[in-house]
């Protein structure tokens, strides 16, 4: 017999090794994680003896008159970190235990007017960010508590003023969990102190899996090096973690899990622990338990079953350059003044904090000059994007799967952070190639006041009518030279009326009519906005083909390879942006269903998508660039009048950009600048705050934990054999708002749109017991798809 189930692991573009999403999952960039480091006795014992050695010479060198606000024993925290990096031998790790480099974190002083004029920036920026409103007041539904993001920012400038943070660590540590708490990987802001210089870990060995003897009964905790070591050498049984730091291991990693980004409990949880996509892709994530933030424990304690106990000091990665660090101060000065310069630029002002110190470096993303600003490189630069490959990869995959009879597809989705959005629509087409599957695709940005200015600008700049247009020199005194018409139309592109079709696939007539606005939720969006797939413009793809359009129409008579209910997502919940985009297609339109794997450990559903939902991020520069590229189109005296508006508040801003941190060269944070928006779903909520539970949850096993081949064979007995739901976690299948339990086209008011575009049909389950699962197959989706990761690895959702 043929074998007859097809596996693919699909990363659309997942970052990978080719530079990841620079905020990803929450957590700084992470350049040194090794799954196989150790650490042992008289590693710890050096590290110790290191920090204590220089804290006595210090002791005994200094007198005890340090006005630095958190050092005891008047030695500046950063001065030991630095001179214990500097005593490093070359080449050797820089660590230091954890206390130390958080005393050195709060012995920078605060910043008080800086951070009043950061939270100012910052509320300029945040009106982009498409679903304030409802973070504010959630549908039911939405599993998390509201978030006032503009109330907490105005609250925090009250406390400022009042006094009531002490440290910059401090200030930094509320405004980080503001951001966590909106739970939308695409809202995101990577602060300085917490991201530019030192990393917290935990010691490494400590990472943890959560496993179940069989994948339903309810999973315990175990070190993931056990785990890996039993499945190798079947006379070692290792015991489950019992406490770590003194609570139930239960409690301490939910309790923890809680700092994680994500809007699904289930999926923060998972996000704890390494995870198999992301390590087989080239990603060093060993799991937010491993490397998320330090809590202020000396040592991770943990207890187990057989009751021994594990304890090794946390670790605090001093990364940034120590040389000349010497106080909190210092460590300010050389840390918390933006990038380093990439271009002549205007110096900025010294902050406040120290009169004597010298002009810090201008930012790279504020006030360049405008030749910079408009150079296509500054938007793509550092990112390897090929969405051919993808797209030609995936089709071959797909044919020679179909050449070798395969009639199941397994899109394993797992720890995928998302990639260019277009892959998203292109990979729902390579698997509905009929011309009558058309993504839906709809989103819609919200209607801040920046945004209707740029897109009036960008009308008169397509009618020929700004200024710059009207007087050459003009054009390249603000632009620089060699940069033209179309360089402007490139960064426009997100604000044109005449590239961008209504929900009912019509042109609109006029800025005016896409900016709308419509209110929702007490706040006001464009219309649903929808791409042209044909139009290289409107998909801001020109030259890329999605299948069914274009150069590729011709794949709209290709007969649709698998049928919908042949076709699952394997889901962990870590699945965002991209990733999303291609899962509310294949289960909304295209009626496939989905299996969660992992979660808190109890029984009940789990959602498949945990990341955010929507449609595309901008960072915080994406945004800047395109409010200078418009500003600069204006006449003098527009310019002046736009000066006080938000258009050339955003354009000018610069606090943002000398207080954030910059990962891979780009400042790390930015806005979800569009939301994405079921097909019919009247009351138009955002995606994210839309619950959709999978079809179907199983838990990992240890032999899944190093045997991918083992989760795909857990997927398939259950998704495609009759009666494999059977073996489903209890109460995790037949959720209303899964395709199974009759969920598809179900809007966020509850109510099921039964017009909505063609319908798949989700109700089948397999074809029988014929299906059977066998080994050999999967090995040419793990290779071909393995390769492909790396190949497609790109960031970022659409940038143009
Ligand atoms: C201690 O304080 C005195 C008086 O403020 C100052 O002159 C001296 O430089 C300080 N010593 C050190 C090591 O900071
Ligand atoms: C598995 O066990 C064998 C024999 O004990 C050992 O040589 C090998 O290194 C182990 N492999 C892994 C991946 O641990
Ligand atoms: C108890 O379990 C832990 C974790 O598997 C293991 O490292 C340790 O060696 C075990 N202790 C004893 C005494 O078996
Ligand atoms: C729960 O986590 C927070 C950080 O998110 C931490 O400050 C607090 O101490 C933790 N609580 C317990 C009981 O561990
Ligand atoms: C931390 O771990 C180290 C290494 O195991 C140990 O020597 C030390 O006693 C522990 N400290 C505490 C406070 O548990
Ligand atoms: C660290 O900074 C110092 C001075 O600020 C510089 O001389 C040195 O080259 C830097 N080291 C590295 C590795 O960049
Ligand atoms: C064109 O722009 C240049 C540079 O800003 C300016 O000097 C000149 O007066 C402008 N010409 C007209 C006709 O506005
Ligand atoms: C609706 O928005 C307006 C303006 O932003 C605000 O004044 C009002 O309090 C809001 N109403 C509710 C019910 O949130
Ligand atoms: C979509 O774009 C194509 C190519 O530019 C164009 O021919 C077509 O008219 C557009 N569709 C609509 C509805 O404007
Ligand atoms: C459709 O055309 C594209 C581009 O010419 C080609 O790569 C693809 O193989 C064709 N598809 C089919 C089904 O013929
Ligand atoms: C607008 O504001 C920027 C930044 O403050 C300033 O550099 C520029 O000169 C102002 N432009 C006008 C026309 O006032
Ligand atoms: C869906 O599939 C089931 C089982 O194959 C079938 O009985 C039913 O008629 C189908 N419904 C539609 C709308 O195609």
């Known amino acids: 017999m043929h074998s007859s189930i097809l596996l693919l692991s699909a990363y659309c573009g997942l970052s990978a090794a080719a530079g990841p999403h620079p905020w990803m999952y929450g957590v700084p960039d992470y350049p040194d994680l090794d799954m196989n480091e150790v650490m042992t006795q008289a590693d710890v014992n050096d590290m110790v003896a290191a920090a204590e050695d220089i804290t006595t010479a210090s002791a005994t060198a200094q007198s005890t008159n340090s006005t630095s606000p958190s050092t005891t024993a008047g030695q500046e925290p950063c001065a030991i970190v630095s001179s214990v990096i500097a005593a490093l031998p070359s080449g050797a790790r820089p660590i230091v235990p954890a206390e130390l480099g958080v005393r050195c974190l709060q012995s920078v002083p605060l910043d008080t007017n800086g951070n009043l004029r950061l939270i100012d920036d910052m509320k300029l920026f945040v009106k982009w ?404 797939y044909s139009d290289g413009i409107s998909t801001t793809y020109t030259g890329f083909s999605v299948i069914g359009f274009n150069d590729n129409k011709n794949e709209t008579a290709t007969p649709q390879p698998f049928k919908a209910q042949d076709m699952v997502m394997l889901h962990d919940g870590m699945c965002s942006s991209t990733c999303a985009i291609v899962s509310e297609l294949l289960k909304n339109q295209g009626a496939v269903r989905t299996i969660a794997i992992g979660g808190r450990p109890q029984p009940g559903p789990m959602q498949g998508v945990g990341g955010t939902k929507g449609a595309q991020v901008f960072s915080w520069d994406d945004i800047q660039i395109r409010m200078q590229a418009v500003y600069f189109l204006g006449s003098p005296a527009q310019r002046k009048a736009w000066n006080d508006t938000d258009l050339g508040r955003t354009a000018f801003a610069t606090q943002l950009f000398t207080r954030s941190a910059y990962q891979g060269g780009r400042i790390a944070g930015g806005v979800n600048l569009k939301d994405n928006l079921r097909q019919g779903d009247a009351s138009k909520t955002p995606l994210e705050f839309v619950y959709e539970a999978a079809d179907c949850r199983m838990f990992f096993t240890a032999g899944m934990v190093s045997d991918v081949t083992l989760v795909w064979k857990g997927v398939a007995d259950r998704m495609f054999l009759e009666g494999g739901m059977g073996k489903c976690v209890e109460g995790s299948t037949g959720d209303g708002t899964s395709v199974s339990g009759g969920g598809q086209f179900r809007g966020g008011d509850g109510k099921i749109n039964e017009q909505a575009g063609l319908k798949g049909n989700g109700s089948a389950a397999g074809d029988g017991p014929s299906q059977q699962f066998v080994g050999g197959a999967s090995s040419v989706g793990v290779k071909s798809w393995g390769w492909m990761a790396v190949v497609a690895g790109l960031v970022m959702g659409m940038l143009w």
């Open 129 to 532: 960010q498409s679903n304030i409103a409802f973070l504010k007041n959630p549908p039911t539904g939405y599993t998390e508590r509201p978030m006032d993001i503009v109330g907490e920012l105005d609250a925090m400038k009250n406390q400022l003023s009042s006094g009531e943070f002490r440290t910059e660590y401090d200030f930094q540590m509320k405004m980080m969990d503001l951001f966590n708490s909106a739970y939308d990987n695409h809202f995101a802001w990577q602060p300085d102190i917490l991201a530019s210089a030192i990393q917290f870990q935990r010691p490494p060995g400590s990472e943890l899996v959560s496993v179940s003897t069989d994948g339903v009964a309810v999973p315990e905790i175990y070190i993931y090096r056990d785990v890996i070591k039993a499945n190798n050498d079947t006379s070692f049984k290792p015991s489950a973690v019992s406490m770590i730091d003194g609570l139930s291991a239960k409690d301490f990693l939910t309790n923890a899990s809680i700092q994680g980004d994500f809007h699904d409990a289930d999926t923060r949880w998972n996000a704890m622990f390494p995870s198999q996509a992301l390590i087989a892709s080239g990603t060093t994530f060993l799991g937010a338990f491993r490397s998320g933030m330090y809590t202020g424990q000396p040592n991770t304690t943990m207890q187990f079953v057989n009751g021994s106990t594990y304890s090794m000091p946390n670790l605090a990665v001093a990364f940034g350059n120590f040389t000349g660090v010497d106080s909190g101060r210092t460590f300010f000065r050389k840390f918390c003044t933006g990038p380093p310069p990439i271009v002549q630029a205007p110096a900025q002002p010294a902050t406040p904090l120290d009169n004597s110190a010298s002009a810090p470096p201008a930012p790279s993303h504020v006030g360049y000059p405008k030749a910079e600003l408009i150079n296509p490189n500054l938007a793509v630069g550092g990112y390897y994007i090929n969405v051919q490959s993808f797209q030609n990869t995936m089709r071959d995959f797909i044919r020679k799967s179909k050449a070798d009879g395969k009639t199941k597809m397994i899109f394993d989705l797992r720890g995928n952070g998302g990639g260019n959005a277009i892959l998203g629509y292109d990979t729902f087409k390579q698997v509905y190639p009929q011309a009558e599957q058309e993504p839906f695709g709809g989103t819609r940005f919200r209607a801040n006041d920046a945004l209707n200015q740029a897109g009036k600008i960008t009308q008169d700049f397509l009618a020929g009518k700004t200024f710059a247009q009207s007087n050459q020199t003009a054009f390249q005194e603000a632009f620089g030279q060699g940069t033209t018409e179309d360089d402007i139309f490139g960064f426009t592109s997100s604000f044109n009326y005449q590239h961008t079709l209504d929900a009912n696939n019509a042109v609109f007539p006029s800025w005016e009519a896409m900016f709308g606005p419509e209110t929702f939720n007490n706040d006001t969006f464009t219309p649903t906005l929808r791409y042209n």
